[in-house]
């Protein structure tokens, strides 16, 4: 019971599988393709067509010739004549038609054409000789009828109605004649020939059919071969590319190994545990250890033993986040026993079940650098404090001394303790000098920015400066205020700023000068100018003239005093107050320079 | 503005040469009375006998320095509203600011003018409450 209810269940399904099959093969095969392929076919067949018809027309003129009007036989041979050869053109039109596929459906209405019309001149054969001649010739005629019939079924299988149209044209009048000749036999089989012709539909139906599947089994055969051969093309050239993918891997994993080789830094391949696995040329040498001394062991050999807590917890964090260290500064003793300081980069390998599966570092020696900028610290540190405190004493107790609070000295005494004040005074302007551009260079330099009336800044910078003028015999005289103006800047700097400008103009002008300083709009900016009528500044030296330790000439540093700082000063102050610095010669001699601010609102 | 001008000050400074200089800027051209404290242990005590308007700290000295002394002075109620004032030749802007945040009166920068200084003092003891 079970067995056979599994036997009946498998064949359904195997019924349904046959289904699927021929809907599939239905789907892939191109319906317009099926149709020219039976077009083609039907044409094929045409010249069997043609002949048999020929032939057979051919025997039935010589047969009927003398029993007949001679006309009317000539008549209908001349028809089967004509047919023939417009059968002939249409055959050789077709093989000449450049597009079968998609004229299929004319070339399908014209052979229908062809065929009812040869049907339907053996119909009028038919119609015409059959009644008035004797009986053995009319067997004749029937059987030459039932077999240009019975050729059809074979010539139109692929199509089964041009068939049905082709016998009808020959059975439809012969038929009519037998029923009204009066003759019962031939009454009979006029009822028989309809029976005749429709099993010969029915079987002329299902070669179509046959015919139908077969060429869609074809085309969807192609269809599933150009499909494979696609397929096949596609893997074919995945695999290539594959090949080539790998490649190129193998051919950057062996640049890799020869860059970290070759590196000038000390690269080092860790297991996650912290084993070392490979360490290449500059390790060795940097370390001062074999490659075979440190592969194998524990890369804390490179660790002193004091930092190693340090170093664990750095490590297990690595393996915890799986994300590479920049930056790690790690004290590494040599091999004897001097310690080295190095920046390293850690990387990570991970795998694509994110575990790790190696660690690259890679090791830089900064202890020169490191050394270097300690120095540096150290070294701005002395300026600042050690050679500022002695230099305050002397400047303080010469300043006591001019000042005449100790009382008269003696005029030549006085004299040189004036000289002696002012270069007291130059050695500490360039060391404040030196301070600011490193503090500027070295980003340290904090602004205390306000909002400042430019107006009363000049004023304060021309009364800060006027003593300085004095001594070049030079007045500074402002010229068109602009009452209301305010920028934010940082008082102290801006007024560094100026004096800087002012004394510059005053040391360049010539005896007895004046230097103008204007303020005024510019855009969205204010502009301060300070004007003087020295000798301008030469071509050769404009382009550096805001960079380090320049002046047009050294004679001029030592006449008249300066560190050549100021105005690169001026400019990175200027610049950290987002405004620009400029210059310019003036028409007439003389030179313009010049700073701009953002204008801000007072409010 | 205290209501008595400003007449005796006290300087506490390792640096025997600068120690000079101030006190004759401050004798000389701002006719003051000056106390001068070489070594900073004994500040507190020199503080005490003198009694001092205003106290003027170098910032930078052995042992105790003057940011520390300051501090101590904070903890003590008899100096504790002392005005002081820092010279100072290298402090940065964050030291300066915390130390105004402790109450300190002024800073003056090293190196200063001996010409200037009275008057420099006179404005910081104007400002004071």
Known sequence: MNHSTTASGTSRSLEVSTEAVEAEIRDRADPRQVLADRVAHLYRQMPVAIGATFIAGAIATYELQGRFLQELVLFWWAIVVVFSVAASVLLYAYRRSPDKLSSAPDWLRWLAIAALGNGASWGLAGGVFFRA???EHQVFLGFLFAGMACVGVPVYAASWPIFALYAAGILAPFCYVLLTYGNRLFVEIALLVPLFYALNVVIAYRLTQVFLSGYRLRHAYGKLTEDHRALNQRLERQLLELEEARRQVEASGRKLALFAERAPIAVLELQPDGTVSEVNHAAEILFGYAAAELVGGHVRKLVRAEFHPEFDRIWEELIAKRESMAGLKIRNPRRDGIDLICEWTVTPLVNFRQEVIAIIAQGRDVTAQL????????????????????????????????????GEVDKEVGELTVVAERNGQRLLDLINDLLDIEKIESGKLTLAPE???????????????????????????SRGELPGRHVLADRKRL????????????????DGGVVEISTEDAGANLRV??????????????????????????????????????????????????????????????????????????? | MPDRPLTRICYVEDDEDIQRIVRMSLERVGKMTVEVVTDPTQALQTFAEFRPDLVMLDWMMPVLDGPALFRQMKLRPETSALPVVFITARASQRDL?????????????????????????????????
């Open chain 1, 451 to 477: 909002l400042i009336a430019l107006d009363d800044l000049v004023r304060e910078a021309i009364v800060l400066n006027q003593a300085f003028g004095e001594r070049f015999n030079v007045r500074f005289e």
């Open chain 1, 529 to 603: 100018a300070v004007h003087d009528r020295g000798t301008g500044i030469p071509e050769a030296f404009r382009g550096r003239i805001f960079g380090r330790f320049t002046q047009a000439d050294s004679t001029a540093t030592r006449q008249k005093g300066g560190s050549g700082l100021g105005l690169a000063i001026c400019k990175r102050l200027i610049e950290l107050m987002h405004g620009r610095i400029g210059f310019e010669n003036r028409a007439g001699g003389g030179a313009t320079f010049w700073f701009e601010l953002p204008r801000r609102s007072a409010a």
């Open chain 1, 495 to 510: 007024l560094q700023v100026m004096t800087n400008l002012l004394s510059n103009a005053a040391k360049f002008s010539p």
């Open chain 1, 371 to 406: 050394e270097a900028e300690r120095m540096k610290k150290e070294f701005t540190s002395t300026l600042s404090h050690e050679l500022r405190t002695p230099l305050t004493s002397i400047i303080g107790s010469l300043q006591l001394i001019n000042s005449g609070v100790m």
């Open chain 2, 97 to 129: 600011d915390e130390l105004k945040s402790l109450g300190a009166a002024g800073t003056i920068s090293k190196p200063f003018s001996p010409r200037d200084l009275p008057e420099q003092l006179r404005a910081i003891w104007a400002k004071l409450p």
């Open chain 1, 133 to 135: 001649l004797s009986d």
